[in-house]
């Protein structure tokens, strides 16, 4: 059989896996394991199959559904395009499916309904599989419907818990602005192009704004950001990832967020090719910054080790998207090699925190502590995520960190806008911050005293364990062997992403790029290099400056501790030298930096005065966005 048709029979592959759960599977549990297993590793493998064409062979796929091939140069059928980026993000996809299939088994044997778990569960992965492998914006639209309502259901699976339900609705009503967004924008496109595959798109937009199309734009990446929760359209991520199965936040984290960027790099790099807008590269970079920040700080308060981890996916999908708004080779490489990144360490934390759910009983971090005394295992992989998600050498988020402090650098001096150093700044503030607050997990949750009423807990079983050592390992070995994953992987992808001429000939016929005037965006190769002295350097300074900022923006007159009730000195946090009686002592995660909430108490106090909670202000902060965007796209890019 022809690889040609690996991509749709990896995506049918999972939606009649769903079919066949709920007509086999509806009684039996061993029946809908083996089912989801199938499909998962039959989808793996599809895809997988296609890494030697595709990226090593450079060749990119196009399949026509209804053998549908475009008549007189206009494409009317749905077609199915998978070039190097596709792909990138397409394996990202099925390693997650796999992964988490396999942790499932385990961690949700107690649960019930899981009938309707594993259609969810397939549903969800087949819908964003096909995102990312479609060549039809409306069958775009259409995955995307079918991602955010098994992800709804997903999140209220287990709606016996206090805020399931809640976090669904939010779900559904910021998805659905998201979603009706991303439909607006296509039927303008089409009422503007009178097709709706994405390579004769690039080939009419090129260079060809209307106000029509323009606003098109603004409410697709409108629409995409939404589904890729940057802020301010993050407020349903914390509550969603926190309700939903650890096997599923996993899966939110790992996978579904990707799609939303996924979807903006397609926008703005191949369907409409904007990148060459200096006003589009700073609206990117100021939405990344501010995620990265936000979310970070907002995970520095939290005491539930998913909602933190949920926190921290938010920021770190503001280094994505601040590294693909850079507009160079160098930074978009970047950004695909967090992306990727971000979905084996997150995906690792989230597995982590599901082991100590299921063992312990609970995620609060102020009932855990000393853990790595009963689940070691455990701890060792909570630790190499921890050190790769902070950017330590020598795991993978440091050289996909070190790789976007590098663009932002190089930006500043090749464009002459100091502000691009700044970015750095900020990236290198966050990396410290996202190192703290792990620092707390680790105190809290595995480290310290461990409580009498954990006594008993145990490891976790062998297969909730084997996809965080799978994991674990890939963390590592990333790191170490970055030149392997930029030669087969991110190199391609990112080739993809900038010379748009192959895809559109490709789907649309020989020479059919050439004919519209479509011509490839001029960007420079990407180069790095871990150990070059100069950039040390600058890096040196850099983290002084950061240090410098925290310092003096944290400066306050503490003074001594004292009882608001009695204004006497609190014992909590006396200094004792000899004679006392020994006492075991925990740090929970509500103290260890209480000092830096204290400093930074007017800015948490506002934030959590803007996170109330109220659908409806988050569906306002999703609408007054996208006004702001719209503004910025029709002030600067006609």
């Not at 399949?63 to 494409?75: D, I, K, L, R, T």
């Not at 016996?160 to 039927?187: N, Q, R």
């Not at 930074?331 to 695909?336: A, N, S």
Request: contains cysteine; glycine residues 10%; aromatic residues 12%.
């Amino acid at each position: 059989m022809s690889y040609i048709h690996f991509p749709v029979l990896a995506v049918m592959l999972l939606f009649m896996g769903a079919f066949l759960t709920v007509v086999f599977g509806r009684h039996n549990q061993g029946v809908r394991v083996g089912i989801c297993t199938v499909t998962s590793v039959g989808a793996f493998a599809l895809i997988a199959a296609l890494i030697k064409p595709v990226m090593l062979g450079g060749e990119v796929i196009s399949y026509w559904m209804g053998n549908w091939s475009p008549v007189e140069g206009y494409a009317i059928g749905i077609g199915y395009e998978v070039d190097q980026l596709g792909l990138f993000f397409a394996l990202l996809v099925v390693a997650t499916v796999l992964l988490s299939a396999i942790y499932s088994i385990k961690y949700m044997e107690n649960d019930s309904s899981l009938d309707f778990y594993y259609v969810l569960f397939q549903m969800l992965a087949g819908g964003v599989l096909g995102l990312v492998l479609t060549g039809d914006v409306f069958n775009m639209f259409i995955m995307i419907e079918i991602m955010t309502f098994s992800a709804v259901g997903l999140t209220a699976f287990r709606n016996h818990k206090w805020g399931a339900v809640e976090a669904a609705f939010k779900y559904l009503i910021i998805g659905s602005i998201g979603s009706s967004m991303v439909l607006f924008g296509v039927a303008i496109l089409y009422a503007q192009c009178h097709t709706l595959n994405m390579a004769q798109l690039s080939s009419i937009l090129s260079g060809n704004n209307s106000p029509a199309t323009i606003m098109a734009f603004a409410l697709m990446f409108t629409g995409l950001a939404v589904k890729a929760f940057i802020v301010p359209f993050h407020a349903p991520a914390a509550d969603s990832y926190a309700a939903a199965p650890t096997s599923i936040s996993m899966v939110f984290s790992g996978m579904v967020n990707k799609a939303g960027v996924y979807g903006m790099i397609r926008l703005v790099y191949i369907i409409f090719r904007a990148m060459d807008s200096s006003a589009l590269q700073m609206l990117m970079v100021v939405f990344g910054c501010v995620t990265m920040f936000v979310g970070v700080t907002m995970a520095l308060a939290q005491h539930d080790f998913k909602r933190l981890l949920a926190f921290h996916s938010i920021s770190q999908i503001g280094y994505v998207i601040t590294a693909a708004g850079l507009g160079t080779a160098l930074g978009l490489t970047g950004g695909l090699f967090h992306a990727m990144n971000h979905t084996l360490f997150k995906g690792l934390l989230f597995l982590c925190a599901g082991a100590v759910l299921k063992q312990a009983g609970t995620t609060n971090l102020d009932q855990l502590g000393g853990l790595s005394k009963r689940m070691p295992k455990t701890t060792i992989c909570f630790l190499v995520g921890a050190f790769s998600i902070s950017g330590l050498p020598p795991f993978n988020g440091f050289a996909s960190k070190w790789l976007i402090y590098q663009a932002a650098f190089a930006k500043a001096v090749e464009s002459g806008k100091i502000i691009y150093a700044f970015v750095t700044v900020i990236a290198v503030i966050v990396s410290v911050m996202t190192l703290a607050s792990f620092i707390k997990v680790t105190q809290a949750a595995f480290f310290g005293q461990l409580p009498a009423r954990l006594n008993d807990v145990q490891e976790a079983p062998t297969l909730m364990l084997v996809p965080m050592w799978i994991m674990s390992i890939l963390c590592v070995l990333s790191g170490i062997f970055y030149n392997v994953v930029d030669k087969y992987l991110l190199a391609p992808a990112t080739d993809a992403a900038i010379n748009v001429t192959n895809y559109i000939d490709t789907m649309m016929g020989g020479g059919y790029a050439a004919a519209a005037g479509v011509r490839n965006i001029a960007i420079a190769p990407a180069e790095f290099s871990y150990w070059n002295p100069i950039l040390w350097l600058v890096l040196f300074i850099v983290v002084l400056a950061a240090a410098f900022i925290v310092m003096i923006t944290g400066k306050s007159d503490r003074g001594e501790i004292l009882c608001a009730e009695t204004d006497v000195e609190d014992g909590k946090y006396a200094t004792f030298f000899s004679g006392e009686h020994s006492l075991p002592s925990h740090v929970a995660g509500s103290d260890l930096f209480w000092g830096f909430k204290k400093d930074w108490k007017k800015y948490f106090h506002v934030i959590e005065g803007l996170h109330s909670g109220i659908v409806s202000d988050y569906a306002l902060w999703a609408v007054a966005a996208s006004a702001v965007i719209v503004i910025v796209m029709f002030g600067f890019m006609r």
